[in-house]
């Protein structure tokens, strides 16, 4: 019998995932032999480093985006190539939105069936990777600072309410960015470097975007007025136009990102968990994730 193994997260979401395990077995086990990791506590790079992947369909990681980034940084540092399937069940999941991925069982279970797997571009920041997001200032370190009951009662709405809360403090991020084509130095508001289109809830945040392109997308806002800011993420993140006097729209394979002066400017933020310090250097690696997606996927 095939088989599946399920990392999954009890606290993700709403934490109802482990009180609907046995409904998942008693779906998969119609055709798969399954085996379980709560994610809490383990050390995944070294417990995926003692399993034979060979005999497995694929990796099914249920969580939410910060989750999926775990289980991603395991198998791109032990260099473990299995099929990834991603199901739906944290506060935040912009990639699998992205991707149309069904969170029923049922319908899950009939996506594992089909097996279509494609390649998709991760991304390296310095010695860690991301599979979605990197983003940098206004929002970067919010769902960690977010009180976790607020979180379950109000899923994402808790993550805005305390990016308002901060807004008036924040202090614009000095960076000097340079690309494999150009190099230039700003005063940022706040920055994403994207694989999909999609991010903090939002999507069509970019209008070209391809996960298999080998190219990622850097969007960002120069810090301005307050009335500047609010006006540019209302047109950015609400309307969708990007084609704004304060708005970075670049298409590259290559990021170097460090600080033009002045304080540290803190931590970047990767899938929505605490990423490294700057200078970051950010590169995509092209079709490093064999991901388990509809057979009439988003491009």
Same mark, same amino acid.
């Given at each position: 019998?095939?088989?599946?193994?399920?990392?999954?997260?009890?606290?993700?979401?709403?934490?109802?995932?482990?009180?609907?395990?046995?409904?998942?077995?008693?779906?998969?086990?119609?055709?798969?032999?399954?085996?379980?990791?709560?994610?809490i506590g383990?050390?995944?790079?070294?417990?995926?480093?003692?399993?034979?992947?060979?005999?497995?369909?694929?990796?099914?990681?249920?969580?939410?985006?910060?989750?999926?980034?775990?289980?991603?940084?395991? &198998?791109? /540092?032990?260099?473990?190539?299995? =099929? $990834?399937?991603?199901?739906? @069940?944290? *506060? %935040?999941?912009? +990639?699998?939105?992205?991707?149309?991925?069904?969170?029923?069982?049922?319908?899950?279970?009939?996506?594992?069936?089909?097996?279509?797997?494609?390649?998709?571009?991760?991304?390296?920041?310095?010695?860690?990777?991301?599979?979605?997001?990197?983003?940098?200032?206004?929002?970067t370190g919010?769902?960690?600072?977010?009180?976790?009951?607020?979180?379950?009662?109000?899923?994402?709405?808790?993550?805005?309410?305390?990016? &308002?809360? /901060?807004?008036?403090?924040?202090? =614009? $991020?000095?960076?000097?960015? @340079?690309? *494999? %084509?150009?190099? +230039?130095?700003?005063?940022?508001?706040?920055?994403?470097?994207?694989?999909?289109?999609?991010?903090?809830?939002?999507?069509?945040?970019v209008s070209?975007?391809?996960?298999?392109?080998?190219?990622?997308?850097?969007?960002?806002?120069?810090?301005?007025?307050?009335?500047?800011?609010?006006?540019?993420?209302?047109?950015?993140?609400?309307?969708?136009?990007?084609?704004?006097?304060?708005?970075?729209?670049?298409?590259?394979?290559?990021?170097?990102?460090?600080?033009?002066?002045?304080?540290?400017?803190?931590?970047?933020?990767?899938?929505?968990?605490?990423?490294?310090?700057?200078?970051?250097?950010?590169?995509?690696?092209?079709?490093?994730?064999?991901?388990?997606?509809?057979?009439?996927?988003?491009?």
């Amino acid at each position: 019998m095939k088989k599946i193994k399920l990392v999954y997260n009890p606290r993700a979401g709403d934490s109802s995932f482990p009180g609907r395990i046995n409904e998942f077995v008693r779906v998969f086990q119609q055709g798969y032999e399954v085996s379980l990791l709560n994610i809490i506590g383990a050390d995944l790079a070294e417990r995926f480093s003692r399993v034979n992947f060979t005999e497995y369909s694929c990796l099914m990681v249920a969580g939410g985006d910060g989750t999926i980034n775990s289980a991603v940084n395991a &198998l791109l /540092e032990k260099g473990i190539e299995v =099929p $990834l399937a991603i199901l739906p @069940t944290g *506060t %935040s999941n912009d +990639f699998a939105d992205y991707l149309s991925l069904p969170n029923g069982f049922e319908e899950y279970y009939e996506l594992i069936r089909e097996g279509n797997v494609r390649m998709v571009d991760a991304g390296r920041i310095n010695n860690r990777y991301f599979f979605n997001v990197c983003a940098g200032g206004f929002l970067t370190g919010v769902p960690h600072k977010t009180d976790t009951t607020l979180k379950n009662r109000l899923g994402r709405i808790a993550y805005y309410l305390k990016g &308002l809360q /901060e807004f008036p403090s924040f202090k =614009p $991020l000095p960076l000097e960015v @340079t690309t *494999t %084509s150009q190099e +230039f130095s700003s005063e940022l508001f706040m920055f994403l470097v994207l694989n999909s289109s999609r991010a903090a809830g939002f999507d069509s945040l970019v209008s070209e975007s391809s996960i298999d392109d080998g190219l990622f997308e850097f969007l960002a806002i120069r810090y301005g007025s307050f009335y500047e800011m609010i006006n540019t993420l209302i047109e950015v993140f609400i309307n969708k136009n990007q084609q704004q006097e304060n708005v970075i729209l670049l298409k590259d394979s290559y990021f170097y990102l460090k600080p033009a002066g002045g304080d540290s400017p803190g931590n970047t933020d990767i899938d929505g968990e605490k990423g490294p310090a700057y200078p970051v250097e950010i590169e995509v690696l092209p079709g490093a994730l064999p991901l388990v997606v509809p057979k009439q996927g988003t491009s």
